[in-house]
């Protein structure tokens, strides 16, 4: 059963602490992408990567970092340095291909404590 | 300005209504147009992906451009209760340095009531 798997689906941060988001993908795609949704904001870029130990920063990078370390697994750090990292993750991956369009996992939903 | 506008409504309609949803961009370079529908606490999901000017049918969805106006559109025709969803359009150019970026409207909150 092919698709992009999230986990966990809420994950609660104390203040101070690092905390990773997890996504996977059985799809054979080679991009890979994270974006944070707020309410009334759409979907913000956070990083994306187009191939395994490459990966560039989207439009909100600061306070977060990612690696790609294999093909299926493009995990994010959400640091302390994020101050307001209350927000919807949703990753997503598409072939390597521009014309390629983006399909999204389940999303992780993080909350502060 | 944001580079892709959309009214986030919300928007309710009557059963069997037709609904048009729709944004408008600012960046001429964008090529390439997707519809996504997301359901409450759920991942979006692709719905329509159209190149350039034109429209695309798909069952009782329509999707148009317009690049003159720099205006896309989503129609839905006879639409279902389980039509409720946030819908986002979304817009990227032709490759180079806007490979793979997505940029994103805001999301229309839909809901069609029996």
């Known amino acids: 059963d092919g698709g992009i798997t999230q986990s966990p689906k809420y994950l609660f941060r104390k203040e101070g602490q690092n905390v990773t988001l997890s996504c996977e993908q059985n799809?054979?795609?080679?991009?890979m992408y994270w974006y944070r949704q707020d309410p009334g904001q759409g979907l913000r870029l956070i990083y994306y990567?187009?191939?395994?130990?490459?990966?560039q920063k989207g439009d909100i990078a600061e306070g977060y970092s990612v690696s790609r370390e294999k093909k299926e697994s493009f995990p994010l750090t959400v640091t302390s340095a994020q101050k307001n990292p209350t927000a919807f993750y949703l990753c997503?991956?598409?072939?390597?291909?521009?014309?390629?369009?983006?399909?999204f996992g389940p999303g992780t939903r993080l909350l502060v404590l | 300005q944001k580079e892709v506008e959309q009214d986030p409504g919300p928007l309710s309609v009557p059963e069997g209504a037709i609904v048009s949803l729709n944004c408008t961009y600012s960046n001429s370079a964008f090529q390439y147009f997707m519809w996504y529908r997301q359901y409450s606490r759920k991942g979006p999901e692709l719905l329509m992906y159209?190149?350039?000017?034109g429209n695309k049918e798909d069952g009782r969805f329509t999707a148009q451009v317009d690049k003159s106006s720099k205006y896309i559109s989503l129609f839905i025709r006879d639409s279902q209760p389980s039509d409720s969803a946030t819908y986002l359009c979304?817009?990227?150019?032709?490759?180079?340095?806007?490979?793979?970026?997505?940029?994103f409207g805001q999301g229309t909150i839909l809901t069609v009531h029996p």
């Open positions: 799809l054979n795609h080679d991009a």
């Open positions: 159209t190149y350039s000017s």
């Open positions: 979304a817009m990227r150019g032709a490759g180079g340095t806007s490979y793979g970026k997505l940029t």
């Open positions: 990567s187009q191939i395994v130990n490459d990966f």
């Open positions: 997503a991956s598409s072939r390597s291909n521009s014309q390629e369009t983006q399909y």
